[in-house]
C-alpha cells in the first residue's frame, strides 16, 4: 500500500473535521481517540502528534466551530456608515444561525456534548464581545449610548443572552424562554443608557 503523506496543517484539519463530526454525533463523552484514529485510518501516533491528549483535541474543536460561526456571521454583515442602532440589529440578525446550523445545535444540546457545548457559548462571548463593544463605543460617540465599560457591557449581555436563552443549557418551556427573551430589549437599553425603546428591533430579528 501506498503511503499517503499529507502536508502537517492539511493532516491536522482532517483531524479536527473528522473529531467534530465524532463527538458531535457519537458525543464527546463517548468518544475516545482511538474512534478518531480508527474513522481516519491513521496510526495513533498520527494523532497524538497533533493533539497529546483528547482534551486537546476538544479545545480546537472548539477553537474551530467558533471560528465557523464566527465566519458565517460576518459573512452575513456589510460594511457600511451605518449608524450604531443599524449595526447592532445587523449583527444581532446575524447571531441566529438557526435555520443553517439546525443539526448542529440539535447535536450540541444532547446530553454527552454539555461540556463541549459550554466551552464553545464560553468562547462564542469571548469572540463576539469585542463586535459588540466597537459598535457600543460608536454609540457612545454618536450621543446614543452612555457607558464607560462597552466591552464589559458587550460580555455581560452576550453571557446572559447566550447562556439564558439556550435550551440545552437551560430546558425552559416555550413561555418561559419567551418571557426572557422580550426582556432583553429593556435590560440592553439600561446597561447601555440608550434612549426608551431604541432595542425593540431585538423582538424582530431573533
Known amino acids: 500500500m501506498v503511503r499517503i503523506v499529507k502536508k502537517p496543517e492539511e493532516r491536522r484539519q482532517e483531524i479536527l473535521a473528522m473529531a467534530q463530526k465524532l463527538f458531535l454525533e457519537k458525543e464527546y463523552e463517548t468518544t475516545s481517540l482511538n474512534d478518531v484514529v480508527n474513522a481516519l485510518g491513521v496510526a495513533k ?47 444581532v440578525k446575524a447571531m441566529n444561525v438557526s435555520s443553517d446550523w439546525k443539526h448542529t445545535l440539535e447535536n450540541l444540546h444532547r446530553s454527552g456534548n454539555m461540556g463541549l457545548h459550554l466551552r464553545l457559548l464560553a468562547l462564542t462571548v469571548k469572540k463576539m464581545a469585542p463586535l459588540f463593544a466597537e459598535i457600543i463605543q460608536q454609540g457612545c460617540k454618536e450621543g446614543i449610548f452612555k457607558t464607560e465599560n462597552p466591552l464589559e457591557a458587550a460580555e455581560f449581555f452576550l453571557a446572559g443572552f447566550q447562556f439564558l436563552t439556550d435550551q440545552g443549557v437551560y430546558p425552559w418551556k416555550e413561555d418561559e424562554l419567551k418571557r426572557r427573551a422580550q426582556s432583553f430589549p429593556h435590560l440592553l437599553e439600561l446597561l447601555l443608557g440608550a434612549p426608551a425603546g431604541s432595542m425593540k428591533f431585538f423582538k424582530s430579528v431573533l
Open 45 to 91: 501516533g498520527t494523532v497524538y502528534h497533533y493533539f497529546k491528549s483528547k482534551e486537546a483535541l476538544l479545545d480546537a474543536v472548539v477553537e474551530s466551530i467558533s471560528e465557523q460561526y464566527l465566519s458565517k456571521v460576518r459573512s452575513k454583515l456589510k460594511k457600511s456608515e451605518a449608524g450604531s442602532l443599524e449595526k447592532m440589529k445587523a449583527l
